[in-house]
């Protein structure tokens, strides 16, 4: 959009600009005048800064977050375009001259395999040598040029390291298309025909059941069998090829599943658009007195979208309601407010009453909340809960992940663990552990972002997230009973105690005789009154004031309420 620049994260309009959204020049003339407005010459223009602009001015302009939002996204598809025209140029036409070195150096390879070496190469050529830094929209202009060779932005990014640390040619030209066997066994279409159909079974045969049966079948018709490994890489090539064999294998859901696109999640533009939850497993071993057993506990995260920003957490034996409901609580203090949206899996407590109250409630106040089952949607807390995983290396009792984890140093040794077996950690040392890696996962500097996460989420504007007030937050949080309030008193029981709340003389007529919403965490502290009907928030009530009956047990302030009284 024209007419908008962004300086040092201040945004600024220019006077064309205003008059093109109907702001007249006499307008402007006053704010001169007045001296309200803050200017600035750019470029040749007077532009304007958009918060010095008079607030009725600025309701008849579009948004602030808006006009930034654009401002950004033309920025980002400029730098997209800067690379898209000079890698083009190098995939269509820069290549050809690449073609003659690699033919001298590679002369058994079919052509088709060398032009497309030299293409790549021409491309990480003007990527290296021109030492381009903005990865994020290179990787788009690559994607553009050539779709689909790196199937997201970490690979991608990964080979532009390997390209500079190794040369261009190590990650242009594939070496096994030289060291690639050319005496590979031809396999006869009938043995084919009897591995597709033995694959193909819904019973879903090893690969050394498949191998078996197609031993049997040779021996009878004479045939020399294939060996196991033709089998292993049969089997992968056929299910990822033929659709037909995959769904009668694994089923119409399943063989649909590994062809369906998924879509590139980008992050929250600001702090509490967007939290989102999950449950991990603490790598410690816990030994439970009340249980007499070794456990490893949960801990469940709220996280904020946009910062990374652990904003509330709890720790306990499972994933269970209680838990789950202690995190949120802990993150709508912490901020004071709800997001516009919370994201969580598939988990069993969203069958639960209290999930299903907490929805309501929140749902009222107008925050959304989604159940996923795509890992892809929730990606963020998914992908750093690993950050969570380093810093738990420090501990004494860190036991890393499972026997079959895919990295190679995600356990100690063996020694360590069998220690760690023998002299578990108490649940306090556990629960004590959870609280001080959010604590340092939220000071630690993320390294793309150069910031931490409580800085991210402080200097972020927060404009879509829904504020709260102790009102509010009793209803979402807090437990609820019904009370009738009776000589302007409110008894609550609970067991053999008897808990008194006294309304205010200005309370009293209006809701003597009227039954009432409480809530309440602990009721030696305080409670939150409520009309039953609108729940309209009436009060918040401390304990009645106990008056010692005799007089010699009295002091001035049994005096004084007993007089008020």
């Not at 977050?65 to 654009?70: P, Q």
Request: with cysteine.
């Amino acid at each position: 959009m024209e007419g908008i620049k962004i300086i040092n994260k201040i945004l600024y309009v220019s006077y064309a600009f205003l008059k093109e959204k109907g702001i007249t020049q006499k307008s402007i003339e006053i704010w001169s005048y007045r001296k309200v407005s803050v200017k600035k010459r750019i470029e040749g223009q007077t532009y304007v800064q958009y918060d010095s602009i008079p607030e009725p001015t600025q309701k008849k302009l579009p948004r602030k977050i808006d006009l930034i939002a654009e401002s950004n996204l033309q920025d980002d598809t400029a730098k997209v375009d800067k690379h898209y025209s000079p890698l083009y140029h190098a995939y269509t036409k820069g290549w050809i001259q690449i073609v003659p070195q690699y033919k001298e150096k590679y002369p058994n390879v079919p052509f088709e395999k060398i032009n497309e070496a030299a293409k790549m190469h021409a491309m990480w050529h003007y990527i290296v040598s021109n030492c381009i830094k903005e990865s994020d929209c290179l990787y788009r202009a690559f994607d553009k040029v050539y779709t689909g060779r790196y199937e997201s932005y970490y690979s991608f990014n990964n080979a532009k390291t390997k390209a500079k640390k190794f040369g261009v040619e190590h990650v242009s030209f594939k070496k096994s298309i030289v060291t690639a066997r050319n005496n590979v066994k031809e396999i006869k279409p009938v043995n084919k025909y009897w591995a597709a159909s033995l694959i193909s079974i819904g019973k879903k045969y090893t690969n050394p059941q498949v191998h078996q049966k197609l031993v049997a079948l040779c021996e009878k018709t004479g045939e020399k069998p294939p060996s196991i490994h033709w089998v292993n890489e049969y089997r992968k090539d056929i299910l990822s090829k033929n659709f037909r064999i995959n769904e009668s294998r694994n089923g119409k859901a399943a063989a649909s599943a590994t062809q369906l696109t998924f879509a590139t999640m980008k992050h929250a533009l600001f702090a509490n658009d967007q939290w989102q939850m999950d449950g991990w497993t603490l790598p410690f071993h816990v030994y439970v007195h009340s249980e007499k057993k070794s456990f490893r506990f949960t801990i469940v995260i709220v996280r904020d979208a946009h910062s990374k920003k652990i904003i509330g957490s709890a720790v306990d034996i499972s994933e269970n309601t209680t838990v789950i409901l202690a995190a949120l609580k802990k993150a709508i203090i912490n901020t004071g407010c709800l997001p516009y949206k919370i994201l969580t899996d598939n988990h069993s407590f969203n069958q639960t009453k209290e999930a299903a109250y907490f929805k309501d409630a929140i749902a009222k106040i107008g925050t959304q909340y989604t159940v996923t089952h795509s890992p892809t949607h929730k990606s963020i807390i998914e992908r750093y809960n690993r950050h969570l995983d380093t810093l738990c290396k420090d501990y004494y009792g860190y036991v890393g992940e499972g026997v079959k984890s895919k990295s190679v140093n995600a356990r100690p040794k063996q020694e360590m663990l069998d220690d760690y077996l023998k002299n578990p950690l108490s649940e306090e040392e556990i629960k004590l552990i959870g609280i001080k890696i959010v604590e340092d996962f939220n000071n630690g500097i993320l390294p793309k972002e150069g910031k931490t996460p409580n800085q991210l989420f402080e200097e972020s504007e927060k404009p879509h997230c829904f504020t709260l007030s102790v009102f509010d937050r009793a209803k979402i949080l807090l437990a609820q009973t019904e009370s009738k309030i009776s000589r302007g008193q409110i008894t609550i029981k609970r067991g053999f105690d008897k808990h008194e709340y006294q309304l205010p003389a200005d309370l009293y007529a209006k809701y003597n005789n009227e039954m009432v919403l409480v809530h309440y965490e602990d009721l030696n502290e305080c409670i939150y009154v409520f009309e039953k009907d609108t729940e309209k928030p009436i009060t918040e009530l401390k304990p009645k004031a106990i008056i010692h009956g005799a007089k010699a047990n009295q002091n001035e302030n049994d005096v004084e309420l007993l007089n008020k009284n």
